[in-house]
């Protein structure tokens, strides 16, 4: 059956199947299980840090399955994974749903994870269905999205939009907290070093003008806890908040801590104590956020005051000009506090940033947000509640995704739902098989009438 | 001629030889020489931590220099060397002038070398003499002194002393910022393990017991700003203050840093912040010093919120109840500050204190202290000033030494000179060649004068 022959209430009707889904979700979270929390089998973390053996692992897994199901298989230079079912047309991309596979140090089974596997699942039902959309769909994995073992969020969706030059996602060095993870090289490898290691450089340009698409959906766990706190089920995602990471150096002066008064101290990490509260002063007076994820304090002696720090800070606000002025509070209160440490001996304490990576606030595009809208919708119209309409709200993203890159060349929206507590990247990070597949439901839908909704 | 034939004149009389003293400690210094900051040969810090193979090198050359003096060489359990020049009698035990050769990983030429290094110069001087004492002379070099790469300063001499256990010691792991620096092995090592690595593992029992001494003389630089600022040439060190080192841990729970409001996180890493932030105002109110040298958050992610924050803390005072008092206040004001924050989830950060090594303030011995105060006293009456005495002043100690174990079984005393700027634990740290010399003149004359008194 054409997708252009259902009627409304056909594609309203259409369900992801929630215990398959569970099933190949924990399936592929066997690769990379981390840190348990719980009696039952599923009940751990995910340590899966992107282009490990055990993220070749799930790829492997991952590209047979869609190779199953009659996906044509692309890897690009950034191992980015594209597996598209074509559809009846062949002149036109495909739709695609995206996310990623790789994890956290300390993650847990949905935060990206959930997203590819809406994906699997969409193409498997709507397979066993026999849909056959106009245009192909496709699902995509994206690499190291987490940035948390090559220090760039959302790196190969970035060089895909061209936003971000493949000689500079290449030459990414894994970073030294991670690199000590017993599950790493034990010399920091670079990103592209670590893609032929385990076979995933792929040789068709990283580039959605090699690889186009017609629209880019994802599914992600909420990472928040508005929707769990308001017994919601669907966030359909309007907008993403601007963010900035920063690398900063403070330089003091290493001196012994038993003789060495405060008064003639250039102590860098008291500098940073203090720079750390004011951080968190400043951002919430914005209403935004301020934080520090890595920190490292030289040369690392009980008796030595150390003389150099160096830490990660990451602003985020709901406008792209409220980080910036938490930014530039930021860099007077730092230098006040900077100037002040080791005055007392001529020597105060220097504070050096870099930015690392820029965000903007992002709109997602009207048409994605309108097919997300009414398939929520559609979903959740068989609860057990009066007013099913309010089980769905608009929400506004905290954190980065692929869908971030995409929307800068293609039609893009994403879809949330809740998760325990709002809590991510930690082992104990859950999102019920319900709300799993309730997500699940609403990408497929979306997708199909997103389909309609080109060749109409 | 024996020191019993000498005059008192004769005694006021002898003098270190400052060029072979600075010649002899820049060559030393030829193994783990580090971080340059100066254009002349003798112008970088140090990187010579104990037991590795720059340890080893100098260690060798000691043991040589010292044979050459026709001394006699023991290397007990933990590696200590006592290089022994016999007296007239046999049947007592030596007096020693000891320190140690390991560096901090920023360290400078002087702290600890220079007491050594005194010690060679003393026996040398000794020897072109022809003056033979009534009891031996001997210069120890005790083993992992400054505790950077076995985390446990003093250690060697703590074990001597009977205060420290040999097992204990010998299981010490070289802790993991060390064991990263290029210069040590790749998998942390035991103490032990490493003490046979460099072939210093001695079979004579590390104890005063069994390696006897008449008293135990320490020069050492400031490592302060009392000194320098003051004009001053010697410190008589009367005392030691006391100190505590704690490591403590901080649990909060892992979360995005931009989807978790500040309300709703448990950051370990801002409990940290205004921990260290509140120790510096407790103990200032206390005339105390508190310090963190070694910081770790996990799981070391930019966009992770850090779950597991681990920490040293360095409490110092003039008295012990002065630093019991600082860790009661600190005690209650970190909990206060942990249970703050993760309120607001249910979930509250907790801090556990681990105590790692606790040294309560010391008092050196009155003949001790009086053999180094004359011998200061004579060594700068011939400075260019109207009041020499005034160059002299007796002070208090704020680092541990050896002289710190020592002390608990034989009679001990120390001597300061003057450091640039205070500064000390810091490629900069700097001596000059007169006051290393006026140093070395003094604990010549100290232990000359302390053979006299023993067997008047």
Known sequence: MLTTELSDADISALRANKERLARDLHHS??????????????????????????????????????KNLKCQITVDEM???????????????????????????????????????????????????????????????WTNEEGARFPMSMVSSGVWAECIPLSKAHDLKEVPTVASLPSAASAPETMKAALERIGYLGDVPCSYKSIPMAAHFELHIEQGPHLISAGQRVGVVTAVQAYRWFRLEITGRDTHTGTTAFEHRADALYAFAQMMVRAREVAAAK????????????????????????????????????????????????????????????KPCQVKWTLDFDSPAIKFHEDCIDCVQESALAVVADAPVADTKALVRPIMSGAGHDSVFASKRVPTSMIFVPCRDGVSHHPEEFCSEDDCATGASVILQAVVRYDRRRFK
């Not at 596997?117 to 994995?141: F, H, I, P, Q, S």
């Not at 150099?308 to 792209?320: H, K, M, Q, Y």
């Open 29 to 66: 979270c066997q690769w990379g299980s981390g840190i348990r929390w719980g009696n039952d089998p599923t009940e751990t973390g995910m340590q899966r840090l992107a282009l490990s053996d055990e993220d070749r692992e799930v790829r492997d897994w991952f590209v047979q399955t869609m």
């Open 287 to 346: 209403g935004c956020l301020a934080s520090v994820g890595i920190i490292e304090a030289a040369p690392g002696s009980v008796n030595t005051v150390p003389g150099r720090v160096s830490f990660s800070l990451d602003i985020r606000g709901p406008e792209t000009a409220l980080v910036a002025e938490v930014e530039d509070e930021l860099r007077s209160a730092f230098d006040e506090i900077a100037a002040a440490e080791g005055a007392g001996i001529g």
């Open 79 to 141: 191992g980015n994974i594209f597996a598209v079912k074509p559809g009846r047309r062949t002149d036109v991309p495909a739709t695609f749903i995206g996310s990623h596979l790789d994890t956290q140090p300390t993650g847990g089974r949905y935060d990206g994870i959930l997203g590819v596997l809406a994906g699997v699942e969409a193409l498997k039902r709507m397979d066993e269905l026999g849909l056959e959309t106009e245009g192909g769909v496709g699902v995509v994995n």
